[in-house]
Structures are given as structure tokens and as C-alpha cells.
């Protein structure tokens, strides 16, 4: 959803019913929307930097508030605000640090840091690309993925192909503005040529090297891997 300031309480909202229904203990559902008050409010005060207006009415650039599922052994809600500011832009993540990675405007990064770490979950800051509006922008995307207890089916519940994995993956870019994407298929396995960038999928895995090293994600995780593959994306360009 797009976030203005008569829409965090319903982000808040959206937030704390997705978890419940998830059968998220009830002290994990409050700390997911304390995080989620605390990007969400961040973010639209310093998340506007490339804002884009047709007759006074914002058209694209807008902060959004991301909410999806990954992890077929291990769920986890992924809640996620993106902006198209440099607030977070700078932000390193370092939660063991014990500085404050935000400076005189407060606290945000340890809160969303310490919360997250004491519900056994993790977080990150990394660049991204816009999902709603008229235009898909560059931005910062600021996420925290809280486990999740219950038994949950990933939107994707059958064993697919290289090609129609591949394929999913490839639609997804698109829908975020990525371009000059060459894929192919063969019985066994499928590769996704990007500028500076291949990702390959064999055995039920995506596969690509970022970064950091070699990373992965199986094929019912593609939202995630589609989103840490604009990220490597965004990084090289």
C-alpha cells in the first residue's frame, strides 16, 4: 500500500491483522507495529525526495508499506517500508554497534534493531525500487522479517520447472522497471542474464552471486529473491 499521513493508522492496522491472523503471539503483534509506526512515520517525513506530481496529485514516489511471506522450513513475516528519500539511504545496519545509526533524528534503527533481535528475527537496509505509481523509482527499502509459529502455505505450493520458475522471476523484475533480461531454459535447469548480474536455477533453487557471496532462495521464495536481485541490481548500477 501507499503511505501517506492519513494512512498510518491503517497501516498499523493492516499490519497487526495480518499478523494475528498468522497466530503471531500477541507480544510479537506489538512489536511488529511499534516497527511498523516507526518506518512508516520516518519515512514519510523524510521519504520524499523524488516525488513525482501530475496537477498537484502525487502520481509515483510515494512511501510504501510491503507485507509477504517467505521460508517454507522456517515462515517469517517480511514487513517492509520503502521510501524514495536518502534518510535511510546512509544508514548502515549495526546493531551490535551500540551507536546511533541515525543521528539527532532519534532512535529508529536501534528500536527496529532491538525489537527484532529479541523476537529471534532479523532486519536489514538495503536500495530498492518502487512496486505502486506511475513511474518505478530508485529508494531505500527498510525491512524486518519476524518468525512466524504457525504452519503457513507459501503462495507458491506446487514443484515447478526451471522455465516456469525463471519465468515468474522474470515477470517480477519487469513489473519493478528492470530491463535487458535474457533468460533461457533446458530440462534441468534455467539462467536470467541482468546487466552485471546472473541468476540461475537448479534444483529447485535460485542462485546468484551478490555482493556478499553466493545467495540463494527456493522457488516458493521468489518475491524475496526478486527483491534481493533489485538490490544487487540497484547496487551496480
Same mark, same amino acid.
Given at each position: 500500500?501507499?503511505?501517506?499521513?492519513?494512512?498510518?493508522?491503517?497501516?498499523?492496522?493492516? =499490519?497487526?491483522? *495480518?499478523?494475528?491472523?498468522?497466530?503471531?503471539?500477541?507480544?510479537?503483534?506489538?512489536?511488529? =507495529?511499534?516497527?511498523?509506526?516507526?518506518?512508516?512515520?520516518?519515512?514519510?517525513?523524510?521519504?520524499?525526495?523524488?516525488?513525482?506530481?501530475?496537477?498537484?496529485?502525487?502520481?509515483?514516489?510515494?512511501?510504501?508499506? &510491503?507485507?509477504?511471506?517467505?521460508?517454507?522450513?522456517?515462515?517469517?513475516?517480511?514487513?517492509?517500508?520503502?521510501?524514495?528519500?536518502?534518510?535511510?539511504?546512509?544508514?548502515?545496519?549495526?546493531?551490535?554497534?551500540?551507536?546511533? *545509526?541515525?543521528?539527532?533524528?532519534?532512535?529508529?534503527?536501534?528500536?527496529?534493531?532491538?525489537?527484532?533481535?529479541?523476537?529471534?528475527?532479523?532486519?536489514?537496509?538495503?536500495?530498492?525500487?518502487?512496486?505502486?505509481?506511475?513511474?518505478?523509482?530508485?529508494?531505500?527499502?527498510?525491512?524486518?522479517?519476524?518468525? =512466524?509459529?504457525?504452519? *503457513?502455505?507459501?503462495?507458491?505450493?506446487?514443484?515447478?520447472?526451471?522455465?516456469?520458475?525463471?519465468?515468474?522471476?522474470?515477470?517480477?523484475?519487469?513489473?519493478?522497471?528492470?530491463?535487458?533480461?535474457?533468460?533461457?531454459?533446458?530440462?534441468?535447469?534455467?539462467?536470467?542474464?541482468?546487466?552485471?548480474?546472473? =541468476? &540461475?536455477?537448479?534444483?529447485?533453487?535460485?542462485? &546468484?552471486?551478490?555482493?556478499?557471496?553466493?545467495?540463494?532462495?527456493?522457488?516458493?521464495? *521468489?518475491?524475496?529473491?526478486?527483491?534481493?536481485?533489485?538490490?544487487?541490481?540497484?547496487?551496480?548500477?
Amino acid at each position: 500500500m501507499a503511505l501517506t499521513p492519513a494512512s498510518v493508522s491503517d497501516a498499523r492496522r493492516r =499490519v497487526r491483522t *495480518v499478523a494475528e491472523e498468522l497466530g503471531m503471539s500477541s507480544t510479537l503483534v506489538d512489536d511488529l =507495529v511499534v516497527i511498523t509506526s516507526e518506518l512508516t512515520t520516518n519515512a514519510l517525513r523524510h521519504g520524499g525526495g523524488r516525488l513525482v506530481c501530475h496537477g498537484g496529485r502525487p502520481v509515483a514516489g510515494l512511501p510504501e508499506l &510491503w507485507l509477504y511471506l517467505r521460508g517454507s522450513k522456517r515462515p517469517e513475516l517480511v514487513t517492509t517500508v520503502f521510501d524514495t528519500g536518502d534518510f535511510w539511504a546512509s544508514a548502515v545496519p549495526a546493531p551490535a554497534s551500540g551507536r546511533d *545509526v541515525i543521528g539527532e533524528d532519534g532512535r529508529g534503527l536501534q528500536i527496529i534493531a532491538a525489537l527484532a533481535e529479541a523476537a529471534g528475527g532479523q532486519w536489514g537496509v538495503h536500495p530498492s525500487r518502487s512496486r505502486l505509481g506511475e513511474q518505478r523509482l530508485a529508494g531505500t527499502a527498510v525491512w524486518v522479517a519476524l518468525p =512466524v509459529s504457525e504452519p *503457513v502455505r507459501l503462495p507458491l505450493t506446487r514443484a515447478v520447472g526451471p522455465d516456469e520458475s525463471i519465468g515468474r522471476l522474470v515477470e517480477l523484475l519487469r513489473s519493478r522497471g528492470v530491463g535487458g533480461l535474457i533468460a533461457r531454459a533446458t530440462g534441468q535447469e534455467a539462467v536470467l542474464s541482468l546487466p552485471r548480474l546472473t =541468476v &540461475w536455477f537448479r534444483q529447485g533453487t535460485y542462485i &546468484w552471486q551478490g555482493t556478499t557471496g553466493r545467495l540463494s532462495a527456493d522457488a516458493g521464495d *521468489v518475491v524475496d529473491a526478486a527483491e534481493q536481485i533489485i538490490a544487487e541490481y540497484e547496487r551496480a548500477r
